[in-house]
């Protein structure tokens, strides 16, 4: 069956400007996750979803970052204002059983 | 100090070799641990998972797992260019406690 799909691969944008990663998870997973991986980095918790529960929103280094998860399927982190500190790949993953989480290909956000 | 460390790499090892990959943690909440392995320009793919303490084996990948000493390995034996990658650890504390927490990498390369 199809995976995680997430659009778009790559996005350059200009410092100062908002943009909208999208995050389609496998069907029937019920917990979504957003991670940000920055060059040679490890993967960094950004927020988690999980069915009709409040979403963990810990992990979101500014209140720059949100994210929604409509229809407890597609979800999108929005980045208001971005600055180049933001440049990264960001990864979307969801969840079945236990701990085995299925990443997307991850969106190369570049800001300049 | 980070929760998770993982030894840095990079590594390059000729094909045949047997190789040893390793995390050291700090919470001692962590009870599922995973190994991931991530293709570059590529999402993260789960290739092995544990919980609590002890061995795992599936095919030439072998994880263990020391809750005592809060050290996880993954060995490869008779390694192939294709596992050429970055390998990630990454553990959590329990089904519902939804992130994962991820080490930084260590890059593999196979040399035929």
């Known amino acids: 069956g199809a995976g995680v799909s997430q659009s778009p691969s790559n996005k350059v944008t200009e410092k100062g400007k908002d943009v909208e990663l999208r995050c389609d998870p496998i069907s029937g997973h019920t917990a979504l996750y957003w991670y940000r991986q920055s060059l040679g980095q490890g993967l960094e918790f950004l927020i988690y979803?999980?069915?009709?529960?409040?979403?963990?929103k810990s992990g979101l280094p500014s209140d720059r970052f949100s994210a929604e998860r409509t229809g407890g399927s597609v979800s999108t982190l929005t980045i208001q204002r971005t600055q180049q500190e933001d440049s990264a790949v960001y990864l979307c993953?969801?969840?079945?059983?236990?701990?085995?989480?299925?990443f997307g290909p991850g969106t190369r956000l570049l800001v300049l | 100090q980070k929760e998770v460390e993982q030894d840095p790499g990079p590594l390059s090892v000729p094909e045949g070799a047997i190789v040893s990959l390793n995390c050291t943690y700090s919470?001692?909440?962590?009870?599922?641990f995973m190994w991931y392995r991530q293709y570059s320009r590529k999402g993260p793919e789960l290739l092995m998972y544990?919980?609590?303490?002890g061995n795992k084996e599936d095919g030439r990948f072998t994880a263990q797992v020391d809750k005592s000493s809060k050290y996880i390995s993954l060995f490869i034996r008779d390694s192939q260019p294709s596992d050429s990658a970055t390998y990630l650890c990454a553990m959590s504390a329990g089904t519902n406690a939804g992130k994962s927490t991820f080490g930084d990498g260590t890059t593999l390369t196979v040399k035929p």
């Open positions: 544990t919980y609590s303490s």
């Open positions: 979803f999980q069915g009709n529960s409040a979403p963990d």
């Open positions: 993953a969801s969840r079945t059983r236990a701990e085995t989480q299925y």
């Open positions: 919470n001692s909440a962590f009870q599922y």
